[in-house]
């Protein structure tokens, strides 16, 4: 009786077992089902350049103000944007699309953000939106954060979209290739 219970429990087991691997194998090998990459172009206001400004701070800590950021880390200021996204890295190129959203300097002691924001596109080859939401570590190369959904050509996508500074002037101007591996794609 009690090697029949060992038996039925080592062979539950092991189909209990190839299951787990089965499923983690799968997720390993997962390929996206589209990938894109976009750049975006953020122009914060200075208090100099309201004409061509596409982000402003609208909350900073007590110490600091909305013209210029808080401190070294930035810590506490909220910034919302409205960011023309092009196909390559030229400011000036025929925008496809607006990122609209915020950033959220996040950390006292290191320069960190918390993105929330959407590429809504506006041209022939995309209709629709992507939604994205994550931790920004600014100081690393590439930054991932997640595809959180989509409308329109992107309906309930789901993905990762990695971040990267492909250019900066100052506090003033950041370009960010953004490269989007979608995985679930309707």
């Known amino acids: 009786m009690v090697t029949r219970v060992i038996v039925s429990f080592l062979f539950l087991f092991l189909i ?3 299951n787990v691997d089965a499923a983690n194998k799968h997720i ?3 390929h996206p089902c589209k990938r894109l990459v976009f750049f ?4 914060l206001y200075n208090g100099n350049n309201a004409k061509n400004a596409t982000s402003a701070i609208i909350g900073a800590p007590a110490w600091a103000n909305r013209t210029i950021m808080a401190g070294q880390s930035h810590f506490g200021d909220l910034v919302v944007f409205d960011d023309p996204i092009t196909m390559d890295n030229n400011l000036h190129s025929k ?9 959220i300097y996040d950390k ?3 320069f960190t953000a918390w993105l929330g924001f959407s590429f809504v596109f506006n041209s022939t080859q995309h209709r629709g939106s992507l939604n ?9 190369k590439t930054r991932d954060i997640s595809v959180i ?8 996508a789901r993905g990762v979209a990695t971040l990267m500074t492909d ?3 100052g506090e003033v101007y950041f370009r960010l290739r953004t490269d989007i591996k979608l995985y679930e794609c309707w």
Do not use: C, W
């Not at 975006?40 to 122009?43: E, P």
């Not at 925008?95 to 950033?103: D, E, H, K, L, W």
């Not at 994205?132 to 690393?140: E, I, K, R, S, Y």
């Not at 959904?149 to 309930?156: R, V």
């Open 16 to 18: 209990f077992r190839s």
């Open 95 to 103: 925008p496809v699309g607006r990122a609209q959203g915020f950033y």
């Open 149 to 156: 959904g989509g409308t329109g050509d992107f309906f309930m």
């Open 28 to 30: 390993r090998n997962r």
């Open 167 to 169: 250019s900066f002037e």
């Open 108 to 110: 006292k002691d290191v």
């Open 40 to 43: 975006f172009h953020d122009i």
């Open 132 to 140: 994205f939401a994550g931790a920004d570590p600014l100081m690393n």
